[in-house]
């Protein structure tokens, strides 16, 4: 399959060269020629399949054409071996727990996946060398350096902003080592992510390095985040209650929600989705009045979505066509202050005994609010709580603790290399490598 990018002046593009370049020439995403209608009888069986077995069949659609088939089940195997399950809050909300992955976020599941594709297309069609540059708020950073630690042939690059990610966070990948390099930039995660995409357009960088992104940039990180929720509609169809489902997204460079809503065009029967924002409303305001006015970001408690020109709205606009009042008719926004996410968690834990992260606080807080009689809301709790511990203990004023998988991460040394938020100094710390 061929994909194109959302500026409109890159077409043709293979899989291959969509996931190793990253980002179009002419600075836009790439999207897939076509998205593939999955036949009624995978929805008729699929409360009988495993999470791994969803997924292939979801892959096989989306890369099918482009990897063999026996190579594709082996990367969703390999990538997919953790489960993501459903718990319930109230008599009708349920929390899709995503974070029973290796470093406890969502983007486990895509940053496996891709560490496994590329990995497959080094080996495969002789490409080497390759250098992933990931601009992270929080979660993205440690799935994408554990997805890829000791991978042949790839070296990552970590750029996150100085002291707006959670100490658990950063430790998950300044510690590492290896084919893995934490950068600490003095500036914002937009910031960050601005330095990652000058980067693929700079001639002398790309004349030096290979370069390619793991941030949901790339295809081949935000394609398998739709995996999840094919899944999380298997577990309610089993329960019965998969009728008028409505799905909640803690939103921040939404790339998360666009894999939803590929999923919802693959066929799933999803009735709409709820963008949940922080302070970082920029997609709201789109919703509420057409425009589109990006801005700096803020920080936040739930600093994984602080986001002030989240790169997907550029492929939700393109899946849309251009169209607001499409965009509207099937996503609705919601947004919280630091104040009213606390409180979430707070009420939360005491009438339920379900720990929400801030970020999850924010998808519950929006189904809480906007579940109509009879729909069945499903919000993705992105992170384990403990990768907040000192901010949720605050809130609840009771200790969380910290899973075995967070405390080895503890234990490490942090090793980065401190940057200015000038491309410049970025540059020239790319070039200076050997």
């Known amino acids: ?11 043709g593009v293979s899989l291959r060269q969509a996931v190793i370049k990253g980002l179009a020439d002419d600075k836009g995403l790439f999207m ?13 069986k699929i409360d009988t399949f495993s ?4 997924a292939y069949e979801v892959a096989n659609a989306f890369f099918g054409e482009d990897v063999d088939a026996k190579a594709l089940r082996e990367i969703v195997y390999d ?8 718990a319930k809050v109230t008599n009708s909300i349920y929390s899709l727990e995503l974070f029973h992955g290796p470093t406890l976020a969502f983007k486990d599941v895509g940053a496996r996946f891709m560490s496994r594709l590329l990995s497959y297309f080094i080996k495969n069609e002789g490409e080497t060398d390759v250098n992933v ?75 030096k390095m290979k370069l390619t992104s793991a941030n949901s940039i790339n295809v081949a990180r935000f394609l ?8 999380a509609y298997a577990q309610l169809k089993k329960m019965g209650k998969s009728d008028n489902v409505v799905v909640c997204v803690p939103s921040g460079n939404f790339g998360n929600i666009t ?33 589109y006015s990006p801005r700096p970001s803020v920080a936040t408690i739930a600093n994984a979505m602080d986001v002030g020109d989240p790169s997907n709205f550029a492929r939700v606009l393109d899946l849309y066509g251009g169209s607001h009042e499409a965009v509207c008719a099937d996503i609705s926004g919601a947004a919280y202050n630091d104040a009213q996410i606390a409180e979430t968690i707070k009420q939360c834990f005491a009438e339920t005994s379900y720990l929400l992260d801030p970020h999850g606080a924010c998808g519950y807080r929006a189904l809480s609010e906007g579940l109509a009689d009879g729909e069945t809301g499903v919000f993705l709790e992105t992170a384990h709580p403990a990768k907040f511990k000192d901010t949720v203990e605050k809130i609840i004023s009771a200790k969380v603790s910290i899973p075995e998988k967070l405390q080895a991460f503890l234990k490490g040394e942090k090793k980065s290399v401190p940057v200015a938020k000038t491309f410049e100094a970025f540059k020239n710390y790319l070039m200076s490598v050997k």
Request: aromatic share 14%; charged share 15%.
């Open 1 to 11: 399959m061929n994909y194109y990018s959302t500026n409109g002046k890159v077409c």
């Open 32 to 44: 897939p020629e076509v998205i593939k209608c999955l036949p009624q009888t995978f929805f008729d």
């Open 51 to 54: 999470f791994q077995e969803i």
């Open 79 to 86: 990538a997919l071996n953790f489960d993501v399950p459903l």
């Open 133 to 207: 540059l990931v601009a992270t708020s929080g979660d993205t950073g440690s799935a994408v350096a554990n997805g890829f630690l000791g991978v042949a042939g790839i070296h990552v690059y970590v750029l996150y902003p100085k002291g707006l990610v959670s100490p658990i966070q950063e430790c998950q990948f300044t510690t590492l080592g290896q084919n893995i390099t934490a950068l600490e930039v003095d500036g914002t995660f937009d910031d960050c992510q601005s330095l990652v995409k000058n980067a693929f357009m700079d001639k002398d960088l790309n004349a």
């Open 224 to 231: 398998p985040q739709a995996f999840y929720y094919f899944y």
């Open 259 to 291: 894999a939803g809503l590929f999923g919802k065009r693959m066929g799933l029967p999803v009735k709409r989705f709820i963008a949940a924002n922080n302070r970082n409303d920029i997609f709201l305001q789109y919703l509420r009045t057409g425009k």
